[in-house]
């Protein structure tokens, strides 16, 4: 059987890159590929939707599909835990398969869960991430997604500690973890944990140099989870990150509902807030 799939935002990099895993997959097929000029009802007859949009459009499309019964991966960047919770009722009414995907690199999910593990012994931690200056988001989804699994990690010992929060210069917090982002040419994507503790600092950083070799196992991955279903990709299930799909030897914390965490009414675009 084959899977068709349809992929909104075909025409940019990271949908080009999708757009060729896909043609290349044995069991899989380029249903569509929509741009922002295309209609929502090409979607109809797809198995799959791949959205690789912008945070602004991507909700429409997670709505969009599920509107349809269409299972999506959503390899947009801008998904905060909050805002998949504002999906998420639509996706549990329409009983389809929906995976966030914050980073497709096996390198940059293994470096989050590092840091997440490591997250409860240091009491200071910050992000550091970059990206090319056309990135329209900031922070970074995998940085939101980083912060979010250290902040899960230290449900025990509380947020990090953060000094000085009120200085713009300071960075953006999510889930009280200090994102510092960087937009400029030359770089493809880099991003950097440095966790400190009295008298040393630990620091994990990946570095993506060729984002189609990167990303392409990670795709495969996905795509072969949610068109086998494998165990855990049920109707109306929402899954996280492609952690979810690997077995790295190092346990991640689960999302559980709770208050807010007190990010010090800092300015700026939180990933909560991004495309809202």
Do not use: C
């Not at 249903?31 to 979607?43: I, P, Q, T, V």
């Not at 791949?50 to 991507?58: I, K």
């Not at 953006?172 to 008298?199: C, K």
């Amino acid at each position: 059987m084959t899977t068709r799939v349809a992929i909104v935002g075909a025409t940019g990099k990271l949908g080009g890159i999708i757009r060729d895993v896909v043609a290349a997959e044995p069991g899989f097929e380029v249903h569509s590929e929509l741009d922002s000029r295309s209609a929502m009802s090409e979607l109809d007859g797809a198995d799959l939707v791949v959205d690789a949009t912008t945070p602004a459009v991507s909700i429409d499309i997670v709505k969009a599909a599920a509107e349809r019964g269409i299972d999506i991966i959503v390899g947009t960047s801008g998904w905060s835990a909050e805002r998949i919770a504002r999906v998420r009722p639509e996706i549990e009414q329409a009983g389809i398969r929906a995976v966030f995907i914050p980073n497709f690199s096996l390198g940059s999910v293994i470096g989050s869960a590092l840091s997440a593990a490591a997250a409860p012994f240091f009491s200071s931690i910050e992000i550091i991430e970059a990206h090319r200056e056309t990135k329209i988001d900031s922070p970074s989804g995998t940085a939101v997604r980083t912060a979010e699994l250290i902040a899960a990690a230290r449900a025990d010992a509380g947020p990090v500690a953060a000094p000085h929060v009120d200085q713009r210069a300071r960075g953006q917090q999510v889930a009280s973890v200090p994102i510092h982002s960087l937009r400029r040419p030359g770089v493809v994507a880099s991003q950097s944990v440095l966790l400190s503790g009295p008298g040393e600092t630990l620091t994990l950083t990946h570095d993506t140099i060729d984002p189609a070799a990167a990303y392409a196992p990670g795709i495969r991955l996905v795509l072969g989870a949610v068109s086998r279903r494998v165990a855990g990709v049920e109707p109306g299930r929402v899954l996280i990150g492609l952690d979810a799909f690997l077995d790295i030897g190092v346990r991640l914390p689960a999302f559980v509902d709770q208050a807010p965490v007190d990010e010090g009414g800092v300015p700026g675009q939180v990933a909560r807030a991004t495309g809202a």
